[in-house]
């Protein structure tokens, strides 16, 4: 089983809103990511969980708060988003050793996130 | 710090068509590279991943190069239909310290004529 499920697949919220996406991987992996991509550009990494502990946090707002509960899941938080933080937010997993290796990377499918 | 660039941006083939699109990147101190597969509004599908070791991956119609020293990476697709279009996106590991950054190129967006 090669999947990376991300919930909801569509979210619509507003300004003042606190909302929450959630990723889960079966895959025994222990490196957990965060993406974000806009139409037409590359994905930008914002976050990595490696062994459950944040382990890159790309100058990311405080207004996502990414929470790694379990090596099988991920969420990002979300509260008091703007306009520009719509966009598709991706999850993807791989393997990671502790001689920093890391395997390849799966990815979900993504939640789409518009911010009114 | 990685830079990933594609070329091209954009290519249109007829079915049927051998093709070759292009990777390179400037920190050749990397540990393997991955090929992926995007549709539109939807996520990555992992393609191939090449080892620092290996030269060469494949994966039925698909099979992807390495060149280190030179700092390159193709994906040839043999015999293309229209269900290979997509765009195609390579990323290559921020290797400073370890890093588990995976830098993307902006892609190549292939569509295959009927």
């Known amino acids: 089983d090669t999947e990376v499920t991300q919930t909801p697949k569509h979210l619509v919220m507003g300004m003042t809103n606190k909302k929450s996406l959630k990723c889960e991987q079966h895959m025994g992996h222990r490196a957990m990511y965060w993406y974000k991509q806009k139409a037409k550009k590359p994905p930008e990494l914002m976050f990595v969980y490696s062994y459950e502990k944040l382990s890159i946090n790309e100058s990311v707002p405080s207004r996502f708060s990414p929470e790694c509960p379990n090596s099988s899941l991920l969420n990002l938080h979300l509260h008091a988003l703007q306009p520009e933080d719509s966009a598709l937010y991706l999850c993807a997993s791989s393997t990671r050793d502790r001689g920093l290796y890391t395997g390849e990377l799966f990815f979900g499918e993504g939640s789409r996130l518009t911010v009114l | 710090k990685q830079e990933v660039t594609q070329i091209p941006a954009a290519l249109s083939v007829p079915e049927g068509e051998n093709l070759v699109l292009n990777c390179s990147f400037t920190?050749?101190?990397?540990?393997?590279l991955q090929w992926f597969r995007q549709d539109p509004g939807k996520g990555l599908t992992s393609l191939l991943l090449?080892?620092?070791?290996?030269r060469e991956q494949t994966s039925g119609r698909l099979n992807a190069s390495l060149d280190k020293s030179s700092g390159r990476s193709t994906l040839y697709i043999a015999a293309s239909q229209p269900g290979d279009s997509a765009t195609y996106l390579c990323a290559a590991p921020e290797t400073k310290g370890g890093s588990e950054k995976l830098v993307f190129g902006k892609g190549t967006k292939l569509t295959v004529n009927p």
């Open positions: 090449i080892q620092s070791s290996q």
């Open positions: 920190d050749s101190a990397i540990y393997n």
